[in-house]
């Protein structure tokens, strides 16, 4: 058994969990940790594609009560097809352009520096968001909308022009969602909900589109030193992992939106970026490029 295989294994599963709702970015954090592991050859990724269906699981399995309730009454109710119609206008955008652009988006700017400056620059449009929202009366900060399914198929559609932005890695999928949706003018609870149900067929299917390219052109599970077993092994623990973690993360921002801003996350970005781009010109770390 590799132990240290398992290692970077449970390390990768907890940051995608973690990582995956938060506006810090999941797939920045699974690249910078996996250039750190030396786990971003073809085998990571491949582990990392896995993985991210761990962290989708943890959101059905939170909101399963409304995905049941939506499923079963999908033929009785508008508001549960509705609520089907939004999240496919929301899912458009952003799939069609990964679709059309996303190996040049790979090959350009799947890296630690491009992430780190991608860090920086969604801080500031986090600041840039939050500011606008203090400086707004009272009045015109209240909005008629109280939950997810009494969006407009507009709303969907600005969340889902917002979420573009996640093409870019290190920018964030839930903070280009929710942090879009409040400059929208959707209230940060109302958008927060929307984006972990947002991140089921997103990440679902980006999942699901990047498992077919694999069926295609496999890649071998052998790592060096290590055995296939070895590795489906590393591929469950790391699944159970994400979760896991990702379960805690949504349960624990669910309460934390109620009374609290985006700031502290801002400032995590920033102080993150500063460190992986200061050890790189500095040559402390050697990241890949």
Not at 189 to 213: M, N, Q, R
């Amino acid at each position: 058994m590799d132990l240290i295989l398992l290692t970077k294994a449970l390390i990768l599963g907890v940051v995608e969990g973690f990582t995956e709702f938060l506006p810090i970015s999941s797939t920045g954090h699974l690249i910078l940790v996996g250039d750190l592991l030396n786990f971003n050859d073809e085998r990571g990724k491949a582990f990392e594609v896995i993985i991210q269906f761990g962290a989708i699981l943890a959101v059905c399995w939170e909101f399963r009560a409304k995905l049941w309730k939506v499923v079963s009454t999908l033929g009785s109710s508008s508001v549960s097809r509705r609520f089907i119609v939004n999240l496919l206008i929301a899912s458009f955008p952003a799939m069609s352009l990964g679709l059309v652009f996303g190996k040049q988006i790979k090959a350009m700017l799947f890296a630690p520096i491009p992430v780190a400056t991608a860090f920086i620059v969604g801080a500031l449009i986090i600041f840039w968001a939050e500011r606008l929202q203090a400086k707004r009366p009272a009045q015109t900060i209240a909005s008629p909308l109280h939950s997810v399914d009494e969006l407009s198929h507009l709303d969907a559609l600005k969340v889902g022009l917002a979420q573009c932005a996640a093409l870019i890695p290190g920018t964030s999928r839930s903070g280009a969602t929710i942090i879009g949706g409040m400059l929208f003018g959707l209230p940060r609870a109302v958008a927060t909900e929307f984006s972990f149900f947002l991140a089921i067929p997103v990440i679902g299917g980006a999942t699901a589109y990047e498992l077919l390219k694999l069926w295609k052109s496999p890649v071998s599970l052998e790592v060096a030193g290590s055995s296939t077993g070895d590795f489906t092994l590393a591929i469950v623990l790391g699944f159970i992992a994400a979760f896991i973690s990702a379960f805690a993360c949504v349960r624990w921002l669910i309460h934390y939106v109620a009374g609290h801003n985006f700031i502290p996350f801002a400032w995590y970005r920033i102080v993150f970026g500063l460190v992986v781009l200061i050890s790189a010109y500095t040559g402390l770390v050697a990241w890949s490029h």
